[in-house]
């Protein structure tokens, strides 16, 4: 998603920067080496002591479910098909705090089998690359469960992960369906993130009411959908902020592309991928459990800083930035400050590029 935003903003952020920066030379300074990103994508499950030490006692199982649509719509560039799939970042981040905190993870899938991935190699982390690198973990994904086989009653709770796919073969599956409210009327965790929550747009209770009806709930916005995809109303059948609202939602909006979590009782919903963390989280502690401790990862801490800057400004930002510079990621406020431009946010995309630039000044 963020390579083909790059390419396509490139001369435009070079255009706006270039006479007080230097331009593209200067952007591309801002990346780490190319070692940096060598060494992380070598990243291992034994390398990450959050996922392999001090594991509690088994607590039961979480049902993640992926979708199986790997086509959308017609690219009008290309003419081809537009790839989709589940997100890895979601499936990912989610499945190691569960297994870090004593659950054990099932993955599964309208159809089952091999499942169509999505991988923004701009937005990944060590643990993102750790569990690619799996082999256990990728022979699990590649032999998912088919939702047909699923009783609802051998699970504490079920994640509906995220990816364009979902908009295509979740709303009306009637095995997610069945599954979504045999788990909520028992009182079991119903959560999903990103496009995550088409899965729940059409679940009934036995009383009649929908499930999403007056709840709070978040989800990939209708304006984070169009700053990616200008046909996007053309493309999905619905707008997945639309749908949640028309079944009776209370829909919760975040800034755009930053954390955003909202919980209604035993349902709990994140916005798009970079929510991803906080919300397994309150998964497992609405499901009794204190989350296990965890170092934040640079990806969340530079978030983190944007939705300082969002709250409070740049000069606080630049404050909260000196305090410990190693434990942010350059490239995530990069893409944050062409997301910026590409929203014709041009003050806010000259302020993050300087948060950028003390970046790599502190940081080194």
Known sequence: ML???????????????????????????????????????????????????????????????????SEMGIDEETGEARKTGYEHTELARAYWVFIANGFEVDIASPKGGK??????GEDMGAYDYAFLNDVAIQQQIDNSIPLADID????????????????????????????TKALY????????????????????????????????????????E??????????????LEDKLIEQGAQFQAGNNFLEKVSQDGKLIT???PWSVW????????????????????????????????EKYGLETAKEEL??????????????????AFMQYEISKGVDILSLVEDLKELAG
């Not at 007080?20 to 060598?38: C, R």
């Not at 709770?157 to 997610?176: L, R």
């Not at 000196?322 to 997301?339: C, D, F, G, N």
């Open 226 to 239: 169009l700053i990616l995809i200008s046909d996007a109303k053309e493309i999905f059948p619905f707008m």
């Open 185 to 224: 009327q028992d009182g079991k965790v119903v959560s999903a993130v990103c496009h995550g929550p088409a899965a729940l747009v059409n679940v009934q209770l036995d009383n009649g009411e929908m499930l999403l009806a007056n709840k709070q709930v978040s989800g990939f916005t209708n304006e984070e």
């Open 152 to 179: 609802p009653s051998d699970y504490e709770a079920v994640y509906f992960v995220g990816g364009k796919g979902t908009m295509f073969d979740f709303p009306d599956n009637k095995d997610i369906q069945r599954i």
């Open 270 to 272: 994140g916005q798009n």
């Open 115 to 120: 499942p169509p991935v999505v991988i923004d």
């Open 278 to 309: 906080t919300m397994a989280e309150m998964v497992v502690e609405e499901l009794g459990y204190e989350p296990k401790e965890r170092a934040r990862t640079p990806e969340e801490f530079s978030i983190e800083l944007l939705m300082t800057y």
């Open 3 to 69: 390579k083909k935003i790059l390419i396509s903003t490139l001369i435009l952020v070079t255009v706006l920067v270039g006479s007080f920066y230097g331009g593209k030379a200067w952007l591309k300074s801002l990346l780490p080496d190319k070692a940096h990103f060598q060494a992380l994508k070598q990243t291992q499950t034994s390398d990450l002591p959050y996922v392999t030490e001090n594991i509690p006692a088994n607590r039961g199982k979480i049902l993640a479910v992926v979708t199986n649509v």
């Open 322 to 339: 000196k305090k410990q510079p190693e434990s942010y990621q350059r490239v995530q406020l990069l893409m944050h400050a062409v997301l």
